[in-house]
């Protein structure tokens, strides 16, 4: 699986960005999706992830009622609408991917994605 994150920018406080994951790979529909972010000089966080049929979502506490994640499985695509930005949200987001997989448990763990996207640079402006 190949993972193609787009979607950031430079924005103020208080705006919306929707990033997007493009994936490619037959087996797409078949993997759990998750996004991370990375700001400068701190370790890779979760941030939320996606069950392979699309059926449940598991989003961090830190961005719980701000940030949400879809998928369409028929595009390959995923995406992670973020809203009511501060500038601790400001950092490298990542797509990344695990599987093929039949469960239905979500993981919050780096080392659980076997794929990793390139990243999109989310700045934001207080």
């Known amino acids: 699986v190949q993972l193609q994150a787009s979607g950031g920018g430079l924005v103020q406080a208080g705006v919306s960005l929707r990033l997007s994951c493009a994936a490619s790979?037959?087996?797409?529909?078949?993997?759990?999706m998750g996004w991370f972010r990375q700001a400068p000089g701190k370790e890779r966080e979760f941030v939320a992830a996606?069950?392979?049929?699309?059926?449940?979502?598991y989003v961090a506490e830190s961005v719980k009622g701000r940030f949400t994640v879809s998928r369409d499985r028929a595009k390959s695509m995923v995406f992670l609408r973020l809203n009511s930005l501060k500038p601790e949200d400001s950092a490298v987001y990542y797509c990344?991917?695990?599987?093929?997989?039949?469960?239905?448990?979500?993981?919050?763990?780096?080392?659980?994605?076997?794929?990793w996207g390139q990243g999109t640079l989310v700045t934001v402006s207080s």
């Open positions: 990344a991917a695990e599987g093929p997989t039949k469960s239905t448990y979500l993981r919050a763990y780096v080392r659980a994605y076997d794929y």
């Open positions: 996606i069950a392979w049929r699309g059926t449940h979502q």
């Open positions: 790979g037959r087996t797409f529909s078949r993997y759990h």
